[in-house]
C-alpha cells in the first residue's frame, strides 16, 4: 500500500530564508504533484513532476523528483508578505489517477 | 470560466438521514474524484471515476456512493450519514491518460453530521 510522507508538518519561516519540505513515498510511481491550500480555501496546483530529476521553479518556491529515492523537495524562499499556507505533495499510485496525499505541511511567516 | 462547482457549501445534518453532496465540472475532464480532508490526514481518496459509468474505490469508501451517469457530474452519496462522517469534502476532476493531470479542486463542502 502507497504510503506517502512529508515532513515537517509545521514550519514557522523568516523572511528571506529558504527552507525544504520533504515528501517521501513508498512504492514506484514517477507522478508526483504539489499543491497548495490558503486558510479556508481550496487546494491549487503549483507543481507537476513527472520523472526522475524533473526539477521545476516558479518564483520563490522550487520543486524536484528523485523516483529512486522515492523523494520529492519543495524549496521556499520566505517573504514577509507570505500568508499562511499548507502545501501537500501527492503521489499517483499505479500512475491512474489513484491519488495518495501527504498530511501536508503548515507553513507561516515570522515578520 | 473554467471551474469544479460543489453544493451545498456546508450543510449540517443528523445521523440516518441521506444526502447528496453534487459536483460538476465544465471542462470536459474524464476524471473525477472525491476526498475527504480531515486535521492532520490530508486529502483522502473516497472514490473517483475515468470516465462515464467507471468508477473506483479510493482510500476511504466505507459509507461512501457514487454515480457517473454524466461526464460533467459525480455526485456523492451518503446513505445512512455518522458523525465519523463529519469532514471537509473536495471534489476534483482533470484530464485522463497522457501524462501530468493535475487536478483541479472545488471550493469545498463541509458537512456536520450530529
Known amino acids: 500500500e502507497l504510503k506517502v510522507e512529508q515532513n515537517p508538518l509545521f514550519l514557522s519561516m523568516q523572511e528571506g530564508k529558504n527552507y525544504t519540505i520533504y515528501c517521501n513515498y513508498s512504492?514506484?510511481?514517477?507522478?508526483l504533484y504539489w499543491y497548495r491550500q490558503d486558510p479556508g480555501k481550496s487546494l491549487e496546483s503549483l507543481f507537476v513532476?513527472?520523472?526522475?530529476?524533473a526539477v521545476k521553479q516558479e518564483g520563490r518556491l522550487m520543486a524536484s523528483l528523485d523516483t529512486k529515492a522515492r523523494l520529492s523537495t519543495l524549496h521556499i524562499t520566505a517573504a514577509v508578505h507570505d500568508p499562511s499556507a499548507t502545501y501537500f505533495c501527492a503521489v499517483d499510485h499505479n500512475n491512474n489517477n489513484d491519488m495518495r496525499f501527504g498530511a501536508g505541511t503548515r507553513l507561516t511567516v515570522k515578520p | 470560466e473554467a471551474q469544479v462547482t460543489q453544493n451545498p457549501r456546508y450543510l449540517i445534518t443528523v445521523t440516518g438521514k441521506k444526502l447528496t453532496v453534487t459536483c460538476s465540472q465544465n471542462m470536459n475532464h474524464e476524471y473525477m474524484s472525491w476526498y475527504r480532508q480531515d486535521p492532520g490526514l490530508g486529502l483522502r481518496q473516497i472514490y473517483y471515476?475515468?470516465?462515464?459509468?467507471?468508477?473506483d474505490k479510493g482510500d476511504v469508501p466505507e459509507g461512501y456512493k457514487v454515480s457517473r451517469k454524466e461526464k460533467r457530474n459525480f455526485p456523492l452519496i451518503l446513505e445512512s450519514p455518522s458523525p465519523n462522517q463529519t469532514s471537509l469534502y473536495f471534489c476534483?476532476?482533470?484530464?485522463?491518460?497522457?501524462?501530468?493531470?493535475?487536478?483541479?479542486f472545488g471550493p469545498g463542502t463541509r458537512l456536520t453530521v450530529l
Open positions: 513532476l513527472l520523472s526522475n530529476g
Open positions: 512504492t514506484t510511481s514517477d507522478r
Open positions: 476534483a476532476s482533470s484530464f485522463y491518460g497522457g501524462l501530468g493531470n493535475e487536478q483541479f
Open positions: 471515476s475515468m470516465n462515464v459509468e467507471v468508477t
